[in-house]
């Protein structure tokens, strides 16, 4: 008989932690598990993928700041309706709700935690505490977010399970050249063009990247600076911020904010560099997938980066929040074919050898099958 899963989340935008989610129900073995995918306030706009890939995303449509006894109750009693077997959660708000329904439904909880723990709240360590001690397993993304948990949350170490993120390669692909790429885009085929894609959060850092553009411009020989393009996909609160600040150094007609794009591989073949000037990070799927497209890679020194990236040898590590050591790292790379040759390829191999999404869904199923028996 099939065990069913349900996979709970506060929202399903476009992010590293809802994409990855996405990926786990399209993935796992439809003749063992049956997934249901819950969400506790509205639904967003993965759940549109989601649903086209045969798996029910339904929504509490439940708000508000405070913690809230009825979100548990509901939660739990759609658990016993629906004969969940297991529960998987992610992120903070998921894995606190999930976990205390699961108590009360009586079914083991698994709680992935995909950020190092940047802003520590007592109280939420407390609470991770205790239900990290019941029936089920935390799961963390890179070394750093596991050590994190187990400092903070004083857990034991067999409770709190390594399991890198992986990525469906297949999502990088694309028959379009370089040139097409671009041109489709609106940009030159010689344009030296630097991308990076993330929510305009602070935490994603897209304010010390314009910043370092504007100071590689100059320095930068006139034939790059007049190639030199930044493109930012994504959305996100810090949008109307980030529109002054390139008016304000007067990027305009350098910098484009692309908002959300579903054409991720033709946006990755467009870029000569990729750069990701995060703040904090779990193991970013993003720069996976920017690896795995075969980009040279500049990133804030921040969540698995280093486990990933080794001694710079599968791409550059900057001081997060360093903006004079973003741009010249850019500027090196950038005035540097053979370099960027050399770090796409091996950031290439990198992902596509240790980092596939089918090894890592495996290796879930075999948390689930050991939670379940």
Not at 301 to 326: I, M, S, T
Request: aromatic share 4%; proline share 3%.
């Amino acid at each position: 008989m099939k065990k069913r899963i349900l996979h709970l989340i506060t929202r399903l935008p476009t992010g590293g932690a809802e994409h990855l989610l996405a990926s786990i129900v399209r993935h796992l073995d439809a003749g063992r598990y049956e997934s249901l995918v819950c969400c506790i306030q509205d639904r967003g706009e993965l759940a549109y993928m989601i649903e086209a890939g045969g798996v029910k995303v339904i929504s509490l449509d439940r708000r508000g700041k405070r913690f809230s006894p009825g979100t548990v109750l509901a939660l739990a009693r759609l658990m016993r309706e629906q004969r969940i077997d297991l529960v998987h959660c992610h992120l903070y708000h998921a894995n606190l709700y999930g976990r205390l329904a699961a108590r009360l439904a009586g079914i083991p909880a698994i709680a992935t935690v995909h950020n190092t723990y940047v802003r520590r709240k007592w109280h939420r360590s407390l609470l991770n505490r205790w239900l990290g001690r019941g029936r089920g397993l935390v799961i963390a993304v890179s070394a750093e977010a596991r050590d994190d948990v187990i400092l903070h949350d004083r857990l034991a170490p067999e409770r709190v399970l390594l399991l890198p993120n992986g990525i469906d390669l297949g999502r990088v692909d694309t028959p379009l050249s370089q040139a097409a790429a671009k041109e489709r885009l609106g940009y030159a085929p010689d344009d030296f063009l630097i991308g990076c894609v993330g929510r305009l959060e602070a935490q994603k850092g897209h304010i010390h990247i314009i910043a370092a553009l504007g100071r590689m411009l100059q320095s930068a020989p006139a034939d790059l600076a007049r190639r030199l393009r930044l493109l930012i996909v994504g959305e996100g609160r810090l949008r109307g911020e980030l529109e002054r600040a390139i008016a304000a150094a007067g990027l305009g007609d350098k910098v484009r904010l692309a908002g959300n794009r579903s054409d991720i591989a033709e946006i990755l073949r467009s870029l000569d560099l990729y750069a990701m000037p995060s703040l904090w990070e779990g193991l970013s799927l993003a720069m996976l997938e920017a690896m795995a497209a075969g980009l040279p890679l500049i990133i804030s020194d921040v969540g698995g980066a280093a486990e990933v990236l080794g001694d710079n040898e599968f791409g550059v590590r900057v001081p997060p929040g360093d903006v004079d050591a973003l741009a010249r790292a850019m500027l090196a790379l950038a005035t540097d074919d053979a370099a960027l040759q050399r770090l796409g390829r091996a950031a290439r191999q990198r992902v596509r050898e240790h980092y596939d999404l089918r090894e890592r869904v495996a290796r879930l199923a075999a948390c689930y099958d050991a939670l379940l028996a």
